[in-house]
């Protein structure tokens, strides 16, 4: 039976226990340096503590260290790495292969998107050189996660739903042509979230001011199934960056869709222990949502870019029906409340929000008027009610545990066992004493073992197997729930959750490239591994020709000027892309239906 999991990100600690209330198998998480988002890093000992919360539901904590790094920085590297094994960490997903020369505890070690992993060949490397896990590239298709799963035996991790980077994740080096800031650094600057403007080859403005590069946000939410199928065991959530509300809201919705799969497939579980209810009905348009994308999962083209605006747009609720001088009505898809975000696009494409004073049926007074007209299509991205009920208890995840009371020669056993199957027990003295009353006393063994509080447990199933019926002080009982409740948190937080992969470090003859070298034992682990095809990072020797971007996305395709699919449109080329004093070049690649970007001089 194949293990399936829910993959959550976590900013800080908040998020963390947050993801794993409402139902994450597995986190991933910052730490104090090195990871690909600069600002979301967190402290060893906070990291501890989601050890600590995330271990007794067998969820696991893994921890972003998918930089690039210099040589200086490796000794750093080594020496957190070692502290991150010492804390509990179940996995490191890394970008740099110069971490694999170093010294390493046994800690599993996952391959980052950032490295690129769009084939067979690639995947097999890793597979080679240790990995447990690679975190394929979001652009592959069904087909091409089947291909890889059956070609190769590691564990596979696809993204499910968030933010979408417009290149190849690893091969993006715009901002760091740009301005210096290196996204294979943490730095990203965003540059593809700017508004551009379009020209083509007679210098011609064919389109001004929009974000032509923002791709919408992914959710495969409907292709849960297909990706077990193909191969997928982890499913990835993005959003390292976000608040706690959207931490909430979208682990939530895929707990949902996840158990509803399971309880229909027998050869998959989920991954973590636990049952979660939840106290609202989760939406992904109600938090942080751009529009969605199942970005080419079916091998289909689709417009995947929202051109008018990089922010979040929300839920369509109504269209405006008619307009006074301080207020409109509007259709009333959906009811809107006092203190709700709205928003719009005008008749040209342009996007404004604006905040709902008060709300009168289907009367809309604004706290400053925007200038919508009869028919704009109004959409919700602060949601002040939905916000309320994430603020408060959310949810609440508990595992089941059974209880057995057994007598020995100076008194009594407890055992305790979750429902993985874990057990311990704890062994008191105290003085056999016939119960007067023997259903009372079975009724108070029972009421008092139960009383799990604030832990992580709910009890299942308790059974009396003495002898006799004996009483026994609820003081002991009480003492001894609380001890033996004890011994088994220690024992789950202490189990480390994820081996090690032990697999010979082999000669790759694939024909790989091996790209963003920036240290010297990089350099030497491909060397080492047979790869001929060595490229220096471009932070380390930036090239004119290289290419900034490698996109799936495809402006032509956008714009109905595909030459592959019947285009509608002709565009003189070669089209540039501007935003205030940058200019990029646009080529394309119509073979392997890929767009690239280059700096223009």
Same mark, same amino acid.
């Given at each position: 039976?194949?293990?399936?999991?829910?993959?959550?990100?976590?900013?800080?600690?908040?998020?963390?226990?947050?993801?794993?209330?409402?139902?994450?198998?597995?986190?991933?998480?910052?730490?104090?340096?090195?990871?690909?988002?600069?600002?979301?890093?967190?402290?060893?000992?906070?990291?501890?503590?989601?050890?600590?919360?995330?271990?007794?539901?067998?969820?696991?904590?893994?921890?972003?260290?998918?930089?690039?790094?210099?040589?200086?920085?490796?000794?750093?590297?080594?020496?957190?790495?070692?502290?991150?094994?010492?804390?509990?960490?179940?996995?490191?997903?890394?970008?740099?292969?110069?971490?694999?020369?170093?010294?390493?505890?046994?800690?599993?070690?996952?391959?980052?998107?950032?490295?690129?992993?769009?084939?067979?060949?690639?995947?097999?490397?890793?597979?080679?050189?240790?990995?447990?896990?690679?975190?394929?590239?979001?652009?592959?298709?069904?087909?091409?996660?089947?291909?890889?799963?059956?070609?190769?035996?590691?564990?596979?991790?696809?993204?499910?739903?968030?933010?979408?980077?417009?290149?190849?994740?690893?091969?993006?080096?715009?901002?760091?042509?740009?301005?210096?800031?290196?996204?294979?650094?943490?730095?990203?600057?965003?540059?593809?979230?700017?508004?551009?403007?379009?020209?083509?080859?007679?210098?011609?403005?064919?389109?001004?001011?929009?974000?032509?590069?923002?791709?919408?946000?992914?959710? =495969?939410?409907?292709?849960?199934?297909?990706?077990?199928?193909?191969?997928?065991?982890?499913?990835?959530?993005?959003?390292?960056?976000?608040?706690?509300?959207?931490?909430?809201?979208?682990?939530?919705?895929?707990?949902?869709?996840?158990?509803?799969?399971?309880?229909?497939?027998?050869?998959?579980?989920?991954?973590?222990?636990?049952?979660?209810?939840?106290?609202?009905?989760?939406?992904?348009?109600?938090?942080?949502?751009?529009?969605?994308?199942?970005?080419?999962?079916?091998?289909?083209?689709?417009?995947?870019?929202?051109?008018?605006?990089?922010?979040?747009?929300?839920?369509?609720?109504?269209?405006?029906?008619?307009?006074?001088?301080?207020?409109?009505?509007?259709?009333?898809?959906?009811?809107?409340?006092?203190?709700?975000?709205?928003?719009?696009?005008?008749?040209?494409?342009?996007?404004?929000?604006?905040?709902?004073?008060?709300?009168?049926?289907?009367?809309?007074?604004?706290?400053?008027?925007?200038?919508?007209?009869?028919?704009?299509?109004?959409?919700?991205?602060?949601?002040?009610?939905?916000?309320?009920?994430?603020?408060?208890?959310?949810?609440?995840?508990?595992?089941?545990?059974?209880?057995?009371?057994?007598?020995?020669?100076?008194?009594?056993?407890? =055992?305790?066992?979750?429902?993985?199957?874990?057990?311990?027990?704890?062994?008191?003295?105290?003085?056999?004493?016939?119960?007067?009353?023997?259903?009372?006393?079975?009724?108070?063994?029972?009421?008092?073992?139960?009383?799990?509080?604030?832990?992580?447990?709910?009890?299942?199933?308790?059974?009396?197997?003495?002898?006799?019926?004996?009483?026994?002080?609820?003081?002991?009982?009480?003492?001894?729930?609380?001890?033996?409740?004890?011994?088994?948190?220690?024992?789950?937080?202490?189990?480390?959750?994820?081996?090690?992969?032990?697999?010979?470090?082999?000669?790759?003859?694939?024909?790989?490239?091996?790209?963003?070298?920036?240290?010297?034992?990089?350099?030497?682990?491909?060397?080492?591994?047979?790869?001929?095809?060595?490229?220096?990072?471009?932070?380390?020797?930036?090239?004119?020709?290289?290419?900034?971007?490698?996109?799936?996305?495809?402006? =032509?395709?956008?714009?109905?000027?595909?030459?592959?699919?019947?285009?509608?449109?002709?565009?003189?080329?070669?089209?540039?892309?501007?935003?205030?004093?940058?200019?990029?070049?646009?080529?394309?690649?119509?073979?392997?239906?890929?767009?690239?970007?280059?700096?223009?001089?």
């Amino acid at each position: 039976m194949r293990e399936v999991e829910l993959l959550s990100p976590a900013k800080n600690l908040e998020c963390g226990i947050a993801a794993i209330n409402h139902g994450a198998d597995a986190v991933y998480i910052g730490g104090p340096s090195f990871g690909a988002r600069v600002a979301a890093g967190n402290s060893f000992e906070d990291l501890e503590k989601l050890v600590r919360y995330a271990h007794p539901y067998h969820a696991k904590v893994f921890v972003t260290l998918n930089t690039i790094l210099t040589d200086r920085e490796l000794e750093e590297a080594e020496r957190q790495i070692c502290q991150y094994y010492n804390l509990g960490i179940d996995a490191l997903i890394v970008q740099d292969m110069g971490l694999l020369k170093l010294n390493l505890p046994p800690i599993a070690l996952h391959a980052s998107t950032q490295c690129d992993n769009r084939t067979i060949d690639k995947v097999r490397f890793l597979q080679n050189s240790g990995f447990q896990r690679v975190v394929l590239a979001r652009e592959l298709s069904l087909s091409q996660m089947k291909t890889i799963h059956g070609s190769c035996d590691i564990e596979l991790e696809a993204f499910v739903h968030g933010a979408l980077c417009v290149s190849y994740s690893g091969r993006c080096y715009m901002s760091q042509a740009a301005c210096g800031r290196s996204a294979n650094r943490g730095e990203c600057a965003q540059y593809c979230r700017l508004p551009y403007s379009l020209q083509d080859g007679d210098g011609k403005i064919i389109m001004e001011n929009k974000h032509l590069l923002s791709l919408k946000d992914l959710d =495969r939410s409907d292709y849960i199934e297909d990706m077990m199928d193909a191969g997928i065991s982890s499913f990835k959530i993005e959003g390292r960056l976000k608040d706690v509300d959207y931490v909430k809201n979208v682990t939530a919705f895929y707990r949902q869709k996840f158990d509803n799969i399971l309880e229909g497939k027998d050869d998959f579980k989920a991954a973590s222990l636990g049952k979660t209810t939840f106290f609202f009905q989760p939406d992904p348009e109600r938090t942080f949502h751009r529009g969605k994308t199942s970005y080419f999962i079916d091998g289909k083209r689709d417009i995947v870019a929202q051109i008018d605006t990089p922010k979040s747009t929300g839920s369509f609720v109504g269209s405006v029906l008619s307009v006074s001088a301080n207020s409109f009505v509007y259709s009333q898809d959906k009811p809107l409340h006092n203190g709700d975000g709205l928003c719009f696009f005008d008749k040209i494409g342009n996007f404004d929000g604006f905040r709902v004073n008060k709300v009168e049926g289907n009367r809309v007074f604004p706290n400053e008027m925007p200038n919508v007209k009869v028919g704009d299509r109004l959409f919700r991205n602060y949601d002040i009610q939905f916000e309320k009920e994430l603020e408060g208890k959310s949810a609440e995840r508990y595992v089941a545990v059974d209880f057995e009371l057994a007598e020995n020669e100076d008194g009594f056993i407890i =055992r305790c066992c979750d429902e993985s199957g874990t057990e311990v027990e704890l062994s008191f003295s105290q003085e056999k004493m016939m119960a007067a009353k023997p259903e009372k006393a079975i009724e108070n063994v029972k009421n008092q073992l139960s009383k799990l509080g604030n832990t992580c447990y709910k009890a299942r199933n308790i059974n009396i197997l003495t002898k006799e019926i004996y009483f026994i002080p609820n003081s002991v009982l009480t003492e001894s729930r609380r001890q033996i409740i004890e011994l088994l948190l220690s024992k789950k937080i202490n189990h480390k959750l994820h081996k090690k992969v032990t697999l010979p470090n082999l000669q790759n003859t694939n024909p790989i490239e091996a790209d963003n070298v920036y240290n010297q034992k990089a350099f030497d682990f491909y060397r080492n591994n047979g790869i001929e095809n060595i490229k220096d990072a471009y932070e380390k020797e930036p090239k004119e020709d290289e290419f900034l971007m490698t996109c799936k996305h495809c402006i =032509r395709f956008q714009m109905g000027a595909c030459k592959k699919s019947g285009r509608t449109v002709t565009l003189k080329e070669p089209l540039t892309i501007q935003t205030g004093n940058l200019s990029f070049r646009l080529s394309f690649d119509c073979a392997k239906c890929e767009m690239m970007i280059t700096g223009e001089q």
